[in-house]
């Protein structure tokens, strides 16, 4: 005879398996995930900026090649800046045609540790952008994104960091002069730049809020020096030398002479350029 229904077994009072969680055990889940957030996060941000640097080097290694190129066709000689733009990077047409017929698209010669603020609409993507800025003035030039220490009559050089060759050549600082080493004489920089050149350079010199006149559709943006990230001071910037290879080399603001760290400005008014 089977048993009635009311005497069927049942498994024991416990939580139901559809429960939610309790608001001890919720509270341990966000506080390990705020943990987890706060552990992770710089993590990411120093990946990110790695990945950044990289891209960076490529493209000076890239801009050195096409520049390779350029010297091979004109007798070992670089660009000079005559009747073009007078900021370090500014350059005429007559030296950005011939690179980026070498391979050198707009893109590579803006560094992309400039955005938010830069992004390819602001760099060269529209017709308004930074490298359409100048080519149809009466001295056509491009505002690219990197410092590009060449000499010539409208070169905002100092003298004795101008460079006219990729090859070794004599440079003149005062009453000495000097021959340069390939392998350690800068060519293309990062642009580190500020209203001010104190030294050691402190937030005052303003490496993010650099006037410079760009206005694209209605809105201005101010210049800012590359890998600032969230900083007043930059972590430092990619240097491509006249042998080709590239190094990056910390921002030391405390130092006062040029050596290893671009930490001197080699510019010779404002806005200054530092590398």
């Known amino acids: ?72 066709e004109n007798g070992d000689k670089l660009p000079i800046l005559q009747d073009a733009g007078t900021w370090p990077w500014d350059l005429p047409t007559t030296a950005t045609t011939p690179m980026t017929n070498s391979g050198c698209v707009p893109k590579t010669f803006y560094c992309p540790s400039t955005a938010p603020r830069f992004t390819d609409q602001q760099n060269w993507a529209e017709a308004n952008s930074l490298w359409n800025f100048g080519p149809n003035s009466g001295s056509p030039f491009n505002i690219t994104g990197y410092a590009f220490a060449f000499g010539g009559s409208y070169s905002k050089v100092d003298p004795q960091y101008q460079n ?74 990619n240097i491509a030398y006249k042998d080709g290879h590239v190094q990056w080399k910390k921002f030391d603001a405390s130092t006062i002479h040029p050596g290893t760290n671009p930490t001197k400005t080699r510019t010779t008014s404002n806005p200054w350029f530092w590398w």
């Open 1 to 72: 005879m089977l048993q009635t229904d009311s005497k069927r077994w049942k498994p024991p009072a416990s939580r139901s398996l559809s429960g939610g969680f309790t608001s001890i055990e919720l509270l341990v889940v966000i506080a390990v995930c705020v943990v987890l957030t706060a552990i992770l996060l710089p993590a990411l941000a120093k990946s990110k900026e790695r990945d950044i640097r990289v891209v960076c080097v490529n493209n000076e290694k890239q801009l050195y090649t096409s520049l390779q190129m350029y010297c091979d």
């Open 164 to 237: 006219l060759t990729l090859l070794t050549e004599l440079h003149t600082n005062g009453p000495t002069t000097v021959a340069d080493t390939p392998g350690a004489r800068e060519l293309i920089a990062d642009v580190i730049l500020s209203a001010n050149n104190t030294l050691p350079a402190t937030a005052v010199d303003n490496f993010s809020a650099i006037a410079g006149g760009f206005t694209q559709n209605g809105v201005t943006y101010p210049h800012l020096s590359a890998h600032l990230g969230r900083g007043v001071i930059p972590a430092g910037g």
